[in-house]
């Protein structure tokens, strides 16, 4: 499994993107620096989409990528709870900000949604895509994709503390998780639904406890400006817990 990180940050900028992760080239979760960061032939080799939630900077791109594909005569799939196809026909596909490209054209519609049941384990693509609910301040799922040679990543998607029952649920080999800011906003973390160092060590302990074992974490959504000091702190809590905690950057590939 190759997983390239086209986004990693919760703030856009010349040198940072909008989540979104890329699977052997042809499986997307969040669409946040999406179309930004693929060629016109790499966005036409995508299969599908998985949405964690709805807030902008991980569904940014879904109107551009569905303009793209429905100029070609093509159509994409895109994956995610009713919540997040609510939110994209009213507010971003609705015939006002853009085309209804979740009904149009009529009768084969570009983008082709399937809406995803948690802890329901779905084929995707050849690739087998469990949803997790966990604690955001919106409805959100991370993914567990298990690859057809049996390849594990579970990335959470934007969440905050008190994963037990998530842990629960998944035993991936990689953990993409989210750390937004320094230790300094634990009380802006809880209340929002997103992780800082200290909180996240409290996650990975936690998991540790659950399962047995701790894999490999790798950081994302990021605010750039503390990125210095969260990966500071990140060095830290590695250290302590013996593991590797790195942080994503805009075109990073991993291997699994
Ligand atoms: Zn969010
Ligand atoms: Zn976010």
């Known amino acids: 499994m190759n997983i390239k990180f086209l986004g990693a940050h919760n703030c856009e900028s010349q040198n940072s993107k909008f989540i979104s992760l890329l699977i052997d080239d042809t499986l ?13 032939q790499a966005q036409q080799k995508l299969k599908a989409i998985l949405l964690t ?8 791109d879904v109107p ?12 994409i799939n895109i994956y995610s709870t ?8 009213a507010h971003f596909l609705n015939g006002k900000l853009y085309p209804k490209f979740l009904e149009q054209p009529q009768g084969n519609p570009t983008i ?15 690739y087998s895509v469990l949803a997790v609910k966990v604690n955001h301040a919106v409805p959100t799922v991370g993914y567990q994709i298990t690859s057809p040679d049996g390849k594990i990543v579970f ?14 649920a998944v035993s991936p080999q990689l953990l993409i998780t989210e750390v937004t800011a320094t230790n300094k906003y634990e009380e802006f973390g809880k209340e929002t639904g997103h992780l800082t160092p200290s909180l996240l060590k409290q996650e990975l302990t936690s998991f540790q406890k659950v399962k047995g074992y701790l894999p490999r974490v790798v950081v994302v959504h990021m605010n750039p400006e503390l990125e210095k000091e969260i990966e500071t ?23 699994l």
């Open 53 to 60: 939630h709805q807030h902008y900077d991980h569904i940014r």
């Open 155 to 168: 990335y959470t998607g934007d969440t905050g503390p008190g994963l037990a029952s998530c842990w629960q």
């Open 112 to 126: 082709k949604f399937t809406i995803i049941e948690p802890y329901k384990t779905e084929p995707v693509e050849g």
């Open 64 to 75: 551009a990528i569905a303009m793209n594909f429905y100029l070609r005569g093509t159509t």
């Open 82 to 89: 009713q919540s997040v196809y609510d939110a994209l026909a």
């Open 28 to 40: 997307v979760i969040d669409a946040g620096g999406l179309t930004s960061s693929l060629s016109f």
């Open 233 to 255: 702190e990140i060095a830290v809590v590695a250290r302590d817990l013996n593991n590797s905690i790195t942080l994503a950057s805009e075109g990073m590939q991993l291997y």
